[in-house]
């Protein structure tokens, strides 16, 4: 089955700088790539995603990158804010299969 | 719309006795996961359900049951409870459960077997 790495487990940055957070998967047909951010107390709730046919994709702050080839993707947090702390999931998934989930980051900004 | 709720929000077992963790959703969604969310191991898989009356094992579904007699309501039991039960249990839903899905996620029930 899929096996999904996440690294790094704990991030600690300054407010304003970036973030970034890099999973790599096992399983090559896997096509869809979510990143899901927990804050404390509450559900992880998605906040970007990319599919295989596409190598990069950006909504404002965040923007995803995917490189299929040697089967890793990232998560880049620009300009970060103490709002951006929170636990953040990668996760992937092929045709017919559930989400695999990495073990989570940890981000904290520091103001 | 609640979304996904779920109950209770936090409980403490002893080994051997039973529970019910109880998650509604009120967005029509077909689909429905359980998850048990280990710290460092990120969100393991159950149980899911692709609509009332039909359930299935996920990554790790031993020392759970689950049922879904209605679209609304997913609950999921532990009948004899085991300190590797202790965990954090999300329960999610999604609309047609097809490849690339939004998961909207309940806010989790934290478990705790003594």
């Known amino acids: 089955g899929e096996n999904v790495e996440q690294h790094p487990s704990t991030l600690s940055v300054q407010e304003g700088d970036s973030a970034v957070i890099k999973c790599t998967y096992s399983d090559s047909a896997s096509n869809y790539f979510p990143w899901y951010k927990q804050e404390l107390g509450k559900g992880p709730q998605l906040i970007i995603d990319?599919?295989?046919?596409?190598g990069e994709k950006k909504d404002q702050r965040i923007a995803v990158t995917l490189n299929k080839t040697a089967k890793h993707f990232s998560l880049h947090i620009t300009e970060t804010q103490p709002e951006d702390s929170a636990v953040y999931f990668c996760?992937?998934?092929?045709?017919?299969?559930?989400?695999?989930f990495g073990g989570g980051t940890r981000v904290l900004v520091k103001p | 719309n609640a979304g996904v709720t779920q109950t209770p929000k936090f409980r403490i077992l002893k080994i051997g006795q039973s529970m019910t963790l109880q998650c509604a959703q009120d967005m029509n969604h077909n689909y429905m996961y359980w998850y048990r969310q280990d710290p460092g191991m990120g969100l393991k898989l159950i149980y899911y359900?692709?609509?009332?009356?039909?359930?299935d094992k996920g990554e790790v579904p031993n020392g759970y049951n689950v049922s879904r007699s209605t679209t609304e309501d997913f609950p999921l039991r532990l009948e004899l409870a085991a300190p590797s039960q202790t965990s954090v249990y999300f329960c999610?839903?999604?609309?047609?459960?097809?490849?690339?899905?939004?998961?909207?996620f309940g806010s989790g029930t934290q478990l705790s077997v003594l």
């Open positions: 996760a992937a998934s092929n045709p017919g299969n559930k989400l695999t």
């Open positions: 990319i599919r295989s046919n596409v």
């Open positions: 999610a839903s999604s609309q047609l459960g097809g490849e690339g899905e939004k998961l909207f």
């Open positions: 359900s692709v609509g009332a009356g039909i359930t």
